[in-house]
């Protein structure tokens, strides 16, 4: 059924492509920490399959690290974030899905939906989350001297 979708499919103009690549990266290592983001690309035709997600590990522990374990300050640094967010998704005028202002902390402070890389913390929202599928999924930087001390200087 794959191949005979793929052969149907095919369009060589366009360089469209039929299936799912995953890819990998180290997006940043410190002493202490190391960031992978997960890349997901690539359909069947109609809507994609476009998805990333970061995942950060404690190189001492090996334990996965959450946003909370990064900061002194948890409630202060997802409001800071909640803030850049927010003024970026009304700035591009990103925010469309109902009562997105009301989902867009906890969206944040969900696993996989931050990583921090080397001069910024960088915040993804889900492709459908805050805005319509055609937005894709959305990334926003949020730089360290933007945090001030809210990021823990072993983390960076």
Do not use: H
Request: proline share 1%; hydrophobic share 30%.
């Amino acid at each position: 059924e794959v191949k005979k979708a793929s052969d149907e499919y095919k369009n060589v103009e366009s360089g469209e492509t039929l299936g799912v690549i995953y890819l990998t990266t180290m997006e940043n290592r410190t002493d202490n920490y190391i960031t992978f983001k997960f890349t997901q690309s690539g359909g069947f035709g109609g809507v994609s399959w476009n998805d990333i997600k970061y995942y950060m590990y404690d190189l001492k522990s090996g334990e996965m690290v959450e946003l909370k374990d990064i900061t002194s300050d948890y409630e202060q640094l997802v409001e800071k974030l909640y803030n850049i967010a927010e003024n970026y998704l009304e700035t591009e005028k990103l925010g469309t899905v109902d009562n997105w202002k009301d989902k867009l902390k906890d969206i944040i402070a969900e696993s996989g939906n931050y990583g921090l890389l080397t001069d910024k913390l960088q915040i993804v929202l889900p492709k459908y989350s805050v805005s319509a599928g055609a937005s894709g999924v959305i990334q926003i930087d949020a730089d360290y001297d933007k945090l001030g001390n809210l990021i823990k200087e072993e983390c960076k």
